[in-house]
């Protein structure tokens, strides 16, 4: 039987001019398992402040060298998590409140009780592990969901990155734009955590999984009795995602009459739940993602234009994973790396060089999140270190390498190199400079080319 980690007792200095007064409390504090030393002299218990790992300051208010409100306020730049409590006599219980309103956990009139102190001593201790455990929690999130997860080097993943880092902070609202699979979703997260609205909540629903009853309940809320099953009053995502972020994704699904009701919230800033006849005020930013073109679904009439217009204050395209080929040696390792610490059985190093040039080669329909399903497959069934062409899953592996995908009977010269060109010009994320320079042609060439009638 291994003995259990001895628990560390918190570190408290104690200071008070009176010694006796200081030493008193300290052995008082000691005995109820803290780790307390008594200070006779501000300069002294300053220095140790500055050099040594304290939790915790109990301070005499009135001293000759640094008063007690001194040393709060040094505490305090030193270690602004680090509580403070100070003693003080009755006579100066308004420099004591002084001392609450500058950062202090709470103030003692003398005399009183070593239990006392040990009751508040242990309740700012509490309070101030858990700040820091919040901190630490919140700066881990935001690591985990920051811009830096966009994984590549091409042009059109820095012109993604770059956009999320200027509209991270703006309260607009933003549409995302993207195949099934591009990472809508890491793209609007990374928005939430880059921007001032992090240490809010992050709420997301998928306006296509909930029929339109069932979907307008969950984001506007309902009374009791609303509806048949409403047993209870719910708040809904919108009241959830109060001084943080909603993220509706597959608005193109989303049914005209809820439509209405969300460009209805986004111009009062009000939401009200089915059944109720009051409204509530929320501060809600709203980011909204789909697949579809809603243009086009404008123009058909399932998609009101109105709301098209306050939902693309600005517009993140995210571009097919067959559109930043460059990026697919980062995606792959990336995601190995990741497998494989989930998996930690598996005996899975490396991709080999052939089954690296067939992922190469294949298009990738279902984008990043396919790749990722793809490598956790290979990690999963892999049975050496190295994984071999042989092992992809038999739709990566039956795309004919060196084609180009063109279809058809056959054409004249001139436009198959239109075609082609057209081609490179998509694969490349319509840069025409990077575009000529790949083909070996010049600019005027390849502007040419592109405006050829079919």
């Known amino acids: 039987m291994t003995d259990s980690p001895k628990k560390t007792r918190p570190r408290v200095v104690v200071l008070d001019d009176q010694i006796s007064m200081a030493e008193m409390l300290a052995d008082g504090l000691n005995e109820r398992g803290y780790d307390a030393l008594a ?67 709470h103030y003692l009139t003398k005399p009183f009780k070593v239990d006392e102190v040990e009751l508040f001593l242990a309740r700012a201790l509490d309070e101030a592990r858990l700040r820091r455990e919040t901190v630490s929690l919140k700066r881990a999130l935001r690591d985990r969901y920051s811009v830096a997860n966009l994984i590549g080097r091409s042009p059109a ?8 880092e200027r509209v991270a902070d703006a309260s607009v609202s933003v549409l995302i734009l993207g195949e099934t699979g591009t990472g809508k979703g890491v793209v ?45 009053s719910r708040d809904g995502l919108f009241a959830e995602a109060d001084g943080g972020t909603l993220l509706l994704d597959e608005i193109g699904e989303m049914s005209a009459a809820l439509q209405a009701k969300l460009l209805h919230v986004i111009e009062s800033g009000r939401v009200r739940a089915v059944g109720s006849s009051k409204e509530r005020e929320i501060d809600v930013r709203i980011l909204a993602a789909t697949h579809r073109d809603l243009r086009d679904r404008v123009a058909t009439g399932q998609f009101r234009e109105d709301l098209l217009y306050r939902l693309e204050v600005v517009t993140i395209d995210l571009p097919p994973l067959r559109h930043r080929r460059d990026d697919l040696p980062l995606l792959i390792e990336h995601f190995l790396a990741r497998v494989k610490a989930k998996h930690t059985q598996s005996p899975v190093e490396r991709i080999g060089r052939d089954a690296l040039d067939v992922m190469l080669d294949y298009p990738w329909p279902g984008n990043v999140r396919e790749l990722e399903h793809v490598i956790e497959r290979l990690v999963l069934l892999g049975r050496s270190a190295e994984v071999t062409a042989g092992e992809l899953p038999p739709s990566v592996r039956a795309k004919p390498r060196g084609t180009m995908g063109f279809e058809g009977p056959i054409v004249p010269m001139r436009e198959l190199q239109r075609r082609y060109a057209a081609w490179a010009y998509e694969q490349l994320g319509a840069r025409n400079m990077i575009t000529a320079e790949k083909l070996g042609i010049d600019p005027k060439t390849l502007s040419r080319l592109l405006t050829i009638e079919e």
Request: aromatic share 4%; charged share 20%; proline share 4%.
């Open 39 to 105: 200070i006779g002299s501000a300069h002294q218990a300053l220095k140790i402040l500055q050099e040594e790992k304290i939790d915790a300051l109990v301070t005499d208010l009135r001293m000759p060298e640094l008063d007690g409100l001194e040393m709060l306020a040094r505490s305090r730049r030193l270690d602004p998590e680090r509580p403070v409590i100070v003693m003080t006599a009755y006579s100066a219980i308004d420099s004591a409140i002084e001392s609450i309103r500058l950062g202090a956990y």
């Open 157 to 164: 993943i820095a012109e993604v990155a770059e956009l999320i």
């Open 188 to 232: 609007a997260r990374a928005i939430h955590a880059q921007g001032n609205r992090a240490s809010g909540p992050f709420v997301s629903v998928n306006c296509a999984a909930l029929p339109e009853n069932l979907l307008e309940s969950e984001l506007f809320g309902h009374m009791k009795g609303a509806f048949t099953g409403a047993t209870t």
